[in-house]
């Protein structure tokens, strides 16, 4: 199973990584929580590894692209254009961590720009790698979307904790 995800800047290349060597860089993130070692296996089939240089923009703000990655090494950081055009930094985030999962899920535009902080490296998991997965593995595609629910919920409760103080 081979699916392409084309990256938005010819910054990013494309790294022939195995299923379990994919397995392996999971192994190191929470997603290890979730899923067990045939799991991580079966789910490296699904995705595609890449790099990026720093200052790379990964996702732009507004893309279409269905898909969410994993960050297994570096730093990406997470920018907001204002109504003025002016583009503010949201946050840093440092692997082991998932990104983009919104515009999987719901198909909507990227609400922010994802950004290499530094040199990373990411896992894809995009949208006709996910269908073929709900079908070929629907057990191991329900542990996902799991994990994807908790973390999204994870993420809304941090949001609400931030926002009392402005209240």
């Given at each position: 199973?081979?699916?392409?995800?084309?990256?938005?800047?010819?910054?990013?290349?494309?790294?022939?990584?195995?299923?379990?060597?994919i397995?392996?860089?999971?192994?190191?993130?929470?997603?290890?929580?979730?899923?067990?070692?045939?799991?991580?296996?079966?789910?490296?089939?699904?995705?595609?590894?890449?790099?990026?240089?720093?200052?790379?923009?990964?996702?732009?703000?507004?893309?279409?692209t269905?898909?969410m990655?994993?960050?297994?090494?570096?730093?990406v950081?997470?920018i907001?254009?204002?109504?003025?055009?002016?583009?503010?930094?949201?946050?840093?985030?440092?692997?082991?961590?998932?990104?983009?999962?919104m515009?999987?899920?719901?198909?909507?535009?990227?609400?922010?720009?994802?950004k290499?902080?530094?040199?990373?490296?990411f896992?894809?998991?995009?949208?006709?790698?996910?269908?073929?997965?709900?079908g070929?593995?629907p057990?191991?595609?329900?542990?996902?979307?799991?994990?994807?629910?908790?973390?999204?919920?994870?993420?809304?409760r941090?949001?609400?904790?931030?926002?009392?103080?402005?209240?």
């Amino acid at each position: 199973m081979s699916y392409h995800f084309e990256p938005p800047s010819p910054d990013v290349t494309t790294l022939n990584v195995s299923s379990p060597r994919i397995a392996e860089w999971l192994d190191q993130t929470t997603w290890a929580d979730a899923l067990e070692w045939d799991d991580l296996v079966a789910f490296g089939l699904y995705l595609n590894a890449f790099e990026a240089a720093p200052d790379t923009v990964i996702f732009p703000e507004g893309d279409l692209t269905r898909c969410m990655a994993i960050l297994v090494d570096g730093t990406v950081e997470i920018i907001k254009s204002t109504e003025s055009l002016e583009k503010k930094s949201l946050a840093q985030i440092r692997s082991p961590q998932t990104f983009g999962e919104m515009s999987l899920i719901d198909g909507q535009p990227r609400s922010a720009e994802v950004k290499s902080a530094t040199k990373c490296q990411f896992v894809i998991l995009d949208k006709a790698a996910f269908d073929e997965m709900t079908g070929t593995h629907p057990k191991l595609a329900i542990k996902v979307v799991l994990r994807l629910s908790s973390l999204l919920s994870q993420r809304l409760r941090q949001v609400s904790g931030r926002l009392i103080h402005l209240v």
